[in-house]
Nanobody, 115 residues
Framework: QVQLVESGGGLVQPGGSLRLSCAAS?????????MGWFRQAPGKERELVAH???????NYADSVKGRFAISRDNAKNTVFLQMNSLKPEDTGVYYC????????WGQGTQVTVSS
């Protein structure tokens, strides 16, 4: 069973940046998985905001395109989300998972964008 631990969230002003990290354990096949970052805003469903294929091809939700960048370090079983030009609507709990949400969810990391 793959375990996921997200980190790097916090309180940031609009226009600021954060870099989230997600460490995966319990697998030797991390490099073969497509990985995603998901966001759950208050009172809303969890949504996929960015994903990266095993070949490094990235895709983004329209709401974050041009501002967020997903990357991965297969040697460290880690996936990152660089978030720039943050907006209040980016507030939420951020989770990583297989792109198809195959595994149990970690605890997530809270991102709050507010002045």
């Amino acid at each position: 069973q793959v375990q996921l631990v997200e980190s790097g969230g916090g309180l940031v002003q609009p226009g600021g940046s954060l870099r989230l990290s997600c460490a995966a354990s319990g697998t030797s096949m991390f490099s073969l998985y497509a990985m995603g970052w998901f966001r759950q805003a208050p009172g809303k469903e969890r949504e996929l905001v960015a994903h990266i294929s095993l070949n490094g091809i990235t895709n983004y939700a329209d709401s974050v395109k041009g501002r967020f960048a997903i990357s991965r370090d297969n040697a460290k079983n880690t996936v990152f989300l660089q978030m720039n030009s943050l907006k209040p609507e980016d507030t939420g709990v951020y989770y990583c998972n297989h792109r198809d949400s195959r595994w149990s969810w970690g605890q997530g990391t809270q991102v709050t964008v507010s002045s």
